[in-house]
Each structure stands twice: as structure tokens, then as C-alpha cells.
Nanobody, 126 residues
């Protein structure tokens, strides 16, 4: 079955950087490369929100709160999705999840039609 596994979370001081990875398994190359993929996060007591999405064309979309600081990328040959997070702030503290088959492929108003990963914790201290 298809599966997504996140890694790369951890604790960092404000202003620092982290790179999250999301390894996919169970997908064919053609399926994985055709999907819109995305990163989401959920802080304690808050709703899960979309952070960034990437289309099969490579087109990207970001939540306003992370624009200019986060970069989403995808390596179809490795079936891996990435999220480079720079200039981290304490408000970025959350559990981060990757997901597959988003529609529409944009950070605002997207719905996940595929699977979710189990999440990786990011904690940013001031």
C-alpha cells in the first residue's frame, strides 16, 4: 500500500533552519510524479493548515505566513518531497505532515484526496 514517512523535524532556535523530508513508497513513478503534494502543520489547540504545495509542473504555492522563508521541492526519481525551512520563528512550532493528491493544488482551500504521513515535530525556541 502507499505510504508517506516524514523525517527531519527537531528543535531549533529562532532564526535557524530545518529541512523536512517525506519519503513515499508504494507509488509508481508516473503516479507520484503526477500528483500535487503538500506540507501541512498543526499546532496544539489549532486547526491543521496547509503550508506549501507543489504541482506536477513544479509550480508552488505557500501560506502567507511562510512565504519567503520556506521552500517546497520534490524529487520524483527518489519519490521524496522536501520542505526547506529558514528563518524559523517560535510560531512555526507544530507537527508537520506531508500529504499526497491535493486538490486544488494551492495552499489555500486545498483538500487531501490521498494519504497522510504520520508527522514530524518541529519546535522553535525564542
Amino acid at each position: 500500500q502507499v505510504q508517506l514517512v516524514e523525517s527531519g523535524g527537531g528543535s531549533v532556535q529562532a532564526g535557524g533552519s530545518l529541512r523536512l523530508s517525506c519519503a513515499a513508497s508504494g507509488y509508481t513513478y508516473s503516479d507520484y510524479s503526477s500528483y500535487c503534494m503538500g506540507w501541512f502543520r498543526q499546532a496544539p489547540g489549532k486547526e491543521r493548515e496547509a503550508v506549501a504545495t507543489i504541482a506536477s509542473t513544479g509550480s508552488t504555492s505557500y501560506a502567507d505566513s511562510v512565504k519567503g522563508r520556506f521552500t517546497i521541492s520534490k524529487d520524483n526519481a527518489k519519490n521524496t518531497l522536501y520542505l526547506q525551512m529558514n528563518s524559523l520563528k517560535p510560531e512555526d512550532t507544530a507537527m508537520y505532515f506531508c500529504a499526497a493528491e491535493l486538490y486544488p493544488c494551492r495552499a489555500r482551500g486545498t483538500v487531501v484526496r490521498g494519504v497522510w504521513g504520520q508527522g514530524t515535530q518541529v519546535t522553535v525556541s525564542s
